[in-house]
């Protein structure tokens, strides 16, 4: 049995079958499991301006590039293990660097909620066992957390629910868009304009004070109604809804004010996104965005990837296992052509294409072993299945600590 | 020979709104080759609902090229399988839909994925290819 990495349920019963030192067969895992599992077809090669070269002159390159730059940023790190993202955390100390991950542009506002205990969350198991609402909002949880409602939300017997999905379980779906876990949520989808999620939480806060809210009364009301219900409710609050509220996050903290029994869970993608929001939390009193200073730690949105790179305030960029070129608005990622970009992953990238330096790392969970962070904050094991030709990344970055 | 006159006539535009959204074979071909043909088919698409289609004059499967002042790409034309209520057009979270996202951020660092205003046209250009959104 292996955990698999393709999204943030960590999914601890996955069989794989070896053959050759590779993956034949995977069992239980998701279609999107399964392809991360089998791995990718481009794996990378240690490279200096694109030419092969050994690793350890590619290490040696990276370690040049870092020490002579004056502003350096870390950034990526949700493919990475507990151990090498506390590395990661250590080197850009070291270096005086700026640090930041994907939960910058993601959740990382909601997670940060969570570890200052904004608002009620609960385990996966809890959710399993307990849950009799589950209200999926801007989260399409069938394409991008494929098992989640197989494992933990709707369809399983718990403790509580032994009716599962027939009976004893209730799910809405609230989207601008109906998703493929819209589609499950039968009866039961609030469909919303584009960004309308601020004015639907209002109407909808009205609705649970008794007030006849101005916005689609009849359906707010009888929503409100269910909410009210609910024994041990649960609101999946997908990045849909948190990209359309990120300059209020505020209120989804004053919804859940008014729905004791609901509980929220923020849905992460990659797979330790939450860790390195919980290992720097627990480092520094912050969940990104931040810059070493002579010890000092400095949180500021300047230092975000989004706004360091559009206001060229970085003069070379570490990414692990992540792909910043690909995810990020091309409008904003001009800037990375102009300086050294070092890259760390066991894939060929669109931003391993642009690096100057790229440092290949075995698949963690696969290759490597280590530990990550579970969406609802359980610390889970990954096992390696079968050997690499190169270090994990907790490595590479613990060879870059030792020598700069 | 005559001269083609309908090459010298641009397709009329049309304003268009684009949200994203995760679509799980995406995501699979993604994991295994992102720089694949199955990506690119997956990827390099707009999903529009058919009474929208109607009113711009567009079929499923036409090509069309998506712009403004951001970027522009081509891509292939979807039409969604379900009851769309109109006014807003799907495109799937990847290099393609992110060439269209815009820099305003307000300083906030999180830039409007959800939310892209475009115009749209009919083309007979290829499918912009992954290599050329690089920076
Ligand atoms: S749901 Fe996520 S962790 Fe579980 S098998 Fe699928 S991709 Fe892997």
Known sequence: ?404 | MGMDIGKFLKSPEHEIKITTYRDIFQIEALERDRFGEDYRKLSACIVIGKNDMQKMGIKDRDRVLISNKYGSVVVDVKESKKEEPGGVAFMVNSPWSNALVSDVTGGKGIPEFKEIIAKISLTKEEITSIESLRV
């Open chain 1, 1 to 404: 049995m292996i955990t698999c990495t393709g999204c943030a349920l960590l999914c601890e019963d996955i069989e794989v079958i070896i053959e050759n030192n590779s993956v034949k067969e995977t069992r239980n895992a998701c279609r999107r499991g399964a392809a991360r599992i089998k791995g990718c077809v481009n794996r990378m090669v240690p490279s200096i301006d694109q030419k092969p070269v050994d690793i350890d002159i590619s290490l040696k390159k990276a370690i040049q590039i870092l020490k002579n730059a004056k502003a350096p940023m870390l950034f990526g790190f949700g493919n990475s293990t507990n151990e090498a993202q506390k590395k990661a955390i250590q080197l850009a100390k070291k270096i005086n660097a700026a640090l930041d991950d994907t939960s910058s542009f993601c959740q990382g506002h909601l997670i940060e909620k969570v570890l200052h205990n904004k608002f009620r969350t609960c385990s996966l198991d809890e959710i399993r066992n307990k849950a009799d609402v589950l209200v999926y909002w801007g989260s399409d949880a069938q394409d991008s957390q494929p098992r989640h409602l197989s494992r933990f939300s709707y369809f399983p017997r718990g403790e509580l629910r032994q009716r599962g999905y027939e009976e004893d379980r209730l799910a809405i779906a609230i989207d601008v868009r109906e998703s493929n876990t819209a589609k499950i949520c039968k009866g039961h989808f609030y469909r919303i304009p584009l960004k309308g999620d601020r004015e639907f939480i209002l109407a909808l806060m009205d609705a649970l004070s008794g007030k006849v809210p101005t916005y689609d009364p009849k359906k707010m009301l009888e929503l409100a109604a269910i909410l009210k219900k609910a024994e041990f409710g649960v609101i999946f609050a997908g990045i849909g809804l948190t990209y359309s509220i990120k300059d209020d996050i505020d209120i989804l903290v004053a919804l859940s004010d008014k729905l004791p029994n609901f509980h929220i869970m923020p849905m992460v993608g990659h797979y330790n996104m939450r860790g390195f929001n919980e290992n720097l939390f627990n480092e520094t009193g912050f969940v990104n965005r931040v810059k070493f200073s002579e010890g000092k730690t400095i949180h500021d949105d300047k230092y975000s990837i989004v706004e360091a790179l559009k206001e060229n305030t970085v003069d070379a960029l570490l990414v692990v296992g992540s792909d910043p070129v690909s995810s990020l608005p091309r409008s904003i990622i001009s800037h990375l052509a102009s300086i050294p970009v070092i890259c760390i992953d066991p894939c060929v990238t669109m931003t391993s294409k642009i690096a100057i330096v790229n440092i290949p790392c075995a698949v963690s969970g696969i290759e490597s072993s280590g530990t990550a962070i579970r969406m609802d904050g359980k610390v889970v094991e990954l096992k390696k299945a079968m050997a690499s030709n190169y270090p994990d990344d907790e490595n590479v970055l613990k060879r870059l600590l030792e020598v700069i």
